[in-house]
């Protein structure tokens, strides 16, 4: 052992184990604002008086709190829900102990044109409502008295997106303390290099702002714990350079007989990095990483830790349905559990950077993650879009999405941009290669992509600069069979595919005729279903794209073709193609608004998962006679046998590429039956009946045990059912809710696409026999208690505790 690193070793030794009481401190700064919407431009001031003001918790969206209304600037595009301007201030105290600290305000993302003042001095703007930015709050703080922090924000400029976008500050905020001496934000990298089961090294790039005083000795430390909480590895490393106000400090770890991070086991380490002065830990941050190593073969696909896989991916945008954006960890851990159990491994944040909650979720429960940047470049899609302020953020903005993200084991790959413009002319060339540059001047560890929307190589600009790792293809499924032969040599991705409509549990016949809307590719619809409905047999779809199983039969057949991500995989406010008013949300979700999986749930299930399927469509409640098309999807098994009334209908197998089997059958009331079997033997049986009348309400909690943290959720599922227990597949009944004791009502829904009654209130229709009511804490520890009642219908009555 090199002496000079063993006394180092002595010398810090006692950090290992003990941290010092001037250490980070990082706390969350979302409780006690007072919120105003409209414009006050004295809102900045110290002086002003904010008393009338709304009193609450952060994060918060306001659009979502309004009505839907054709006649909002937003337009339909964002589901005509209100924008405008809105202003926050929250008066807190610092204590005189941290007067010689550094304090700073971080913000996870304000939608959007923030300005930001503390003690009426003025801080700075930041455009980009996804992006995650920090002020210094520290030369104009009174420490040991009050001070007011304002922000305002500034949604006015509509219509501004091609989706619904949220208006406020909308995800988190901290204040972090540090001493003088700190870790920047930010600055630590963590990368492996070189992985194999028997070992794997884990290096460190870490930047650390020193004090004034450089009379100091200075030392990083690195700690790696597994999952247990069981030391792994550390190193110490002294920092020489005592003359740059930042400085850099690379280390390398080994860890043996690692456990990788993968989709099926997404197991985590803890690296905890350490400032030493002197001895004494004056900083410290601790990131979650996974150990995994993957890559794109041009023949071969991709592979994760040597295994082959496709990538079974969708696209999401940013907002929880009838939450809207302001973001929630219950909210969005339950988006990704509905979509772990049909099967799904990654996600595409379509179209910009996402909450970072949500990456943390996907390293903990292993989803592999497409981390996108832009919807467009300099080039418009939305009169007031991101290309007003792209010559002057777009470099800022890019740096700080790799800066924040580029430890996350889950992102697999960067796009620089969704269906952009300058694909069509020679500037997507030399954009494309500046973007990319950006990208690897920060990470070399990961492919960068573009989701290209023109698949002909001699005419995409952005392809032709050559600078792109992957060819990410949005949608032209007709020529990816020929890929190879059209891109030779390259490595492919689909970054967007099928857009296909469906309204849950809604079905017009015939089932095997496919449709795509608008028919001429040009105008909305104006001649569909009168109650604008699309039919959920997976056979419609936008004139650009294909059904569910017409894309997934090509992807799953050629190795080369590495995976894809289906648009979408829920539906979102907004976008709601091909529709006219008065539909304000998308079709094109496997799972509705309000997190009811449509029955092509149920294909992807079988096909994306080893779990025994056998879901049978539709429900049975027709006109006598009248001719249904039975569909079944199920996997391991050989056969589906179908029953009306105890008599079989048939025994239908898949033939060649089939991912569904069909009965047409003269419809009478009773019981539909479907039983698969694998080798004449019985693996799984299901059953639909007719429904009598309207009945009686059910509630059924997904969590019946909240923290009282006042943002904890309970998503309660509200039925309506006949007397014999059976979902009324036509229920509309007004459904009145009442709550009581340690929580609120937050929101309901009920998945329609078209239902303008606001998200926001205490009463709600159900659709199509189905409805939603989110449940969210106090911050205090009691049982809730949540009714619901309708007129006609025997009532329900549920409770949750709150602990």
């Known amino acids: 052992m090199n002496y000079r690193y063993f006394l180092l070793l002595i010398w810090f030794s006692c950090a290992i184990t003990v941290q010092a009481q001037n250490t980070r401190k990082t706390e969350n700064f979302d409780a006690g604002w007072k919120f105003f919407l409209g414009d006050e431009p004295q809102a900045k001031n110290t002086a002003f008086n904010d008393a009338k003001w709304r009193n609450l918790n952060l994060p918060h969206d306001w659009s979502i709190e309004g009505r839907f209304d054709a006649k909002n600037p937003t337009t339909q595009a964002e589901g005509g829900l209100p924008a405008g301007i809105g202003w926050y201030r929250k008066s807190f105290t610092i204590p005189a102990s941290a007067k010689n600290k550094n304090v700073f305000i971080d913000f996870d993302g304000v939608f959007h044109n923030s300005e930001v003042w503390i003690n009426g001095h003025y801080l700075g703007k930041r455009p980009n409502g996804y992006i995650s930015f920090r ?62 089961e028997k070992s794997a090294e884990i290096a460190l790039n870490v930047a650390v702002h020193q004090s004034p005083a450089i009379n100091k000795k200075l030392a990083v430390q690195t700690v790696v714990y597994d999952a247990a909480g069981k030391l792994v590895v550390q190193k110490i490393s002294a920092i020489n350079n005592t003359t740059d106000t930042v400085v850099t400090v690379d280390q390398s770890l080994q860890v043996n007989n690692p456990r990788l991070w993968s989709v099926t086991d997404p197991y985590l380490y803890k690296v905890v990095v350490k400032v030493l002065e002197n001895g004494k830990v004056v900083d410290d941050h601790t990131t979650q990483t996974g150990i995994r190593y993957f890559n794109f073969d041009a023949d071969k696909g991709f592979s994760l830790n040597g295994k082959p896989m496709k990538i079974l991916g969708v696209c ?14 219950r909210a969005i851990e339950r988006q990704l559990q509905i979509l772990k159990t049909m099967g799904c491994n990654a996600i595409r944040t379509s ?16 989803f592999l993650v497409m981390d996108e940047a832009f919807d467009m470049w300099k080039k418009k899609k939305s009169k007031f ?57 920060l990470d070399k560890t990961r ?68 449709r795509r809307w608008p028919k001429d590719g040009k105008t909305p619809l104006k001649n569909g279903n009168a109650d604008f409905t699309v039919s959920a047999y997976d056979n419609v779809s936008a004139y650009w794209g294909s059904t569910h199983e017409e894309t997934w039969k090509i992807i799953k057949k050629y190795d080369f073709l590495s995976g894809l991500f289906v648009w979408t995989g829920f539906d979102y406010i907004g976008e709601p193609t091909p529709y006219l008013w ?10 509705d608004l309000a997190g009811f999986p449509k029955d092509v749930y149920y294909m992807y299930q079988s096909e994306w998962t080893n779990k025994p399927v056998l879901h049978l469509l539709p429900h049975w409640n027709w006109k006598p006679g009248q001719t249904v098309d039975v569909w079944a999807y199920y996997n391991n098994a050989d056969e589906v046998e179908a029953f009306l009334n105890g008599k079989s209908l048939g025994i239908r197998k898949k033939n060649g590429d089939d991912l569904h089997v069909m009965w047409r059958v003269k419809y009478e009331p009773g019981i539909l039956k479907a039983v698969s079997r694998k080798n004449g033997k019985i693996v799984l049986t299901t059953q639909v009946a007719t429904a009598g ?19 904890d959720l309970s998503f309660i599922t509200v039925s309506v059912l006949d007397k014999n227990g059976n979902l009324v597949p036509n229920a509309n009944q007004l459904i009145k809710f009442k709550v009581r004791g340690s929580g609120i009502l937050k929101a309901v829904d009920n998945g329609s696409q078209t239902d303008l009654d606001p998200f926001a209130g205490n009463e709600h229709r159900v659709f199509n026999g189905l409805g939603l009511a989110v449940i969210q804490s106090k911050i205090r520890a009691g049982s809730i208690t949540i009714s619901a ?4 219908l025997q009532p329900a009555q549920i409770s949750v505790a709150s602990r």
């Open 385 to 441: 879009d991101y290309h007003q302020d792209w010559d002057q953020w777009h470099v800022k903005d890019l740096q700080d999405q790799v800066l924040r993200d580029r430890n996350h084991p889950s992102i697999f790959v960067w796009s620089i941009g969704n269906e952009i413009r300058e694909q069509f002319d020679s500037t997507g060339i030399s954009i494309g290669r500046e973007l990319v540059g950006l990208v690897k001047q």
């Open 135 to 196: 002020y210094d709050l520290s030369k104009y703080l009174k420490f040991g008295g009050q001070n007011t922090l304002a922000v305002r924000v500034d949604n006015t400029d509509q219509p501004n997106s091609r989706w619904y976008t949220g208006s406020g500050i909308y995800r988190n905020v901290w204040l972090a303390t540090t001493a003088k001496t700190y870790l920047t934000n930010w600055g630590t990298f963590i990368t492996t290099p070189h992985v194999d």
């Open 582 to 591: 008065p539909a304000r949300s998308s079709y094109f979700g496997i799972v």
């Open 789 to 792: 009642a309708a007129d006609g």
């Open 351 to 366: 179209h910009n950077p996402p909450a970072p909650e949500l990456l943390d979720l996907c390293d903990k429960m292993g």
């Open 447 to 514: 492919p960068v992509t573009s989701a290209l929307s023109d698949a002909d190589p001699k005419k995409n600009f952005i392809y032709q600069s050559g600078a792109l790792d992957l060819v990410g293809l949005n949608y032209h499924q007709e020529v990816y069979a020929d890929f190879q032969k059209n891109y030779p040599g390259q490595k492919f991705i689909a970054t967007e595919n099928m857009s296909a409509l469906a309204t849950r549990g809604h079905y017009d016949m015939p089932s095997d005729s496919i």
């Open 316 to 329: 999401m945008h940013h907002d929880q349905g009838a939450l809207g954006t302001a973001v929630n960890i």
């Open 693 to 711: 009348e309207p009945y009686r309400i059910q509630l059924k909690a997904d969590r019946i045990n909240l923290k009282a943290d006042g943002k």
